[in-house]
């Protein structure tokens, strides 16, 4: 996935400036693309603090920049958010939804966009057979383990003599 800052711009929808919300579905449209982009910018966000946190080797309890401090670091943890961040894609209701509103018309032409976006979006995430799902739980389980196993390498380089 790309940075958060770039897929939620992407994802951020809206009305033609000037336009005005003239019908209830319309209004759905926004309220459904506003809900999907905080909830997806929710859990993008969590994935991408594990996953530098978790390749930076940041320790617990870290104060960042702007004052909040970290959550633990970890692979389960990043396995954790990774798997839920790829589960709100895949969730089968929101391509629903989104194909609903595309199919009424209603959406305005920047609704429309960014609903066809959606729809592009939860379309690769989805894995309809069960064995897919599966082997793709499996990757993510050996991913951690890779990541655990480099977490733990020692980095640098001896120079003789110092």
Same mark, same amino acid.
């Given at each position: @996935? ?19 919300? *003239?019908? %209830?579905? $319309? ?26 946190? &978790? ?24 396995? /954790? &958010?990774? &798997? ?10 929101? =391509?629903?939804? &989104?194909?609903? =509103? @595309?199919? *009424?018309?209603? $959406? ?15 379309? %690769? ?10 082997? /793709?739980?499996? *990757?993510? /389980?050996?991913?951690? *383990? ?8 020692? =980095? ?7």
């Amino acid at each position: @996935l790309l940075g958060t800052s770039l897929v939620v711009s992407r994802l951020r929808g809206g009305m033609a400036q000037g336009a005005a919300a *003239s019908t %209830c579905s $319309a209004a759905q449209a926004q309220e459904f693309i506003d809900t999907v982009n905080t909830g997806y910018e929710e859990v993008h966000k969590a994935f991408e603090a594990q996953f530098w946190g &978790t390749k930076m080797a940041l320790s617990d309890g870290t104060k960042l920049a702007d004052g909040t401090v970290t959550p633990a670091f970890n692979t389960a943890e990043l396995t /954790r &958010t990774k &798997t839920a961040m790829e589960a709100f894609l895949a969730d089968k209701e929101k =391509l629903d939804k &989104t194909r609903e =509103l @595309l199919a *009424s018309g209603a $959406a305005s032409e920047e609704q429309a966009k960014v609903l066809k976006m959606f729809e592009r979006t939860f379309g %690769c995430y989805i894995m309809e057979s069960a064995e897919s799902r599966a082997l /793709r739980e499996e *990757s993510m /389980r050996i991913e951690g *383990s890779l990541e655990s196993q480099r977490n733990t390498m020692k =980095l640098g380089a001896d120079v003789p003599g110092e």
